[in-house]
């Protein structure tokens, strides 16, 4: 079974501009959840996608929003980027049915903003 | 959010056990503890979970105190690719969302 995949893997913008990312859930995961991590932060939760609705949303401004298409896939957009946005970006999915809890990540978006 | 606290670093030998403690008095009846590891650049990957007894698989055990205010994961016997750092999370019954803090970097000496 094909894990958690994530495009692109790497990324370079500039301040102000705008950036999508993308992830492929595992096939048969309903639930897509976004985080940021960083050297000062850590891991940070962005927010959780479930039946192409967003159900938590973490403290970060509106400035990242994303989206769940209804294969599961979902993106994520960054607007008017910043030098502190630069981060790995991680999705994680997560099995629904079951009583599952377990989530699993891809290997994540590098974001470089200059 | 119920907080859990880590030791920042912990080194074992190849081939022996090793136990990761985290601390979380403030833990809630309904919080479930996870545990997460992060190898070098790679996302995180889930390693065990339990709400109230202990609990093994494959790849590690976790031991959950019986006031639930700290827990332990265990490793049987250590091997250098176990070498990460190990996230201790609660997470809420009611959401999926994971809080993670600084967990601990486990290195592995052969």
């Known amino acids: 079974k094909a894990g958690v995949t994530q495009t692109p893997r790497y990324l370079i913008k500039t301040r102000g501009q705008q950036v999508t990312l993308s992830c492929s859930p595992i096939?048969?995961?309903?639930?897509v959840s976004w985080y940021q991590q960083t050297p000062g932060q850590g891991l940070q939760f962005l927010f959780e996608?479930?039946?192409?609705?967003?159900?938590n949303k973490g403290n970060f401004p509106g400035r990242f929003s994303g989206r769940q298409f209804s294969n599961s896939r979902s993106e994520m957009n960054v607007s008017t980027l910043e030098l502190g946005d630069s981060a790995l970006y991680l999705c994680?999915?997560?099995?629904?049915?079951?009583?599952?809890?377990?989530?699993?990540f891809g290997p994540g978006t590098r974001l470089t903003v200059t | 959010d119920a907080k859990t606290t880590q030791p920042n670093s912990m080194e074992s030998n190849e081939e022996e056990p090793v136990h990761l403690p985290c601390n979380h008095s403030?833990?809630?009846?309904?919080?479930?503890i996870h545990w997460y590891r992060q190898l070098p650049s790679q996302g995180p990957e889930y390693v065990i979970h339990?709400?109230?007894s202990n609990v093994n698989n494959r790849m590690a055990s976790l031991a959950i105190a019986e006031d639930r205010k700290s827990s332990t994961l265990i490793l049987h016997r250590a091997t250098l690719r176990d070498a990460a750092v190990y996230y201790c999370?609660?997470?809420?019954?009611?959401?999926?969302?994971?809080?993670f803090g600084g967990g601990t970097r486990l290195m592995v000496k052969p």
């Open positions: 994680a999915s997560r099995k629904t049915s079951g009583g599952h809890y377990e989530q699993y």
């Open positions: 096939s048969g995961h309903r639930s």
């Open positions: 403030t833990i809630s009846g309904t919080d479930y």
């Open positions: 996608y479930f039946s192409e609705t967003q159900r």
């Open positions: 339990g709400l109230t």
């Open positions: 999370i609660l997470r809420q019954n009611a959401g999926n969302m994971l809080t």
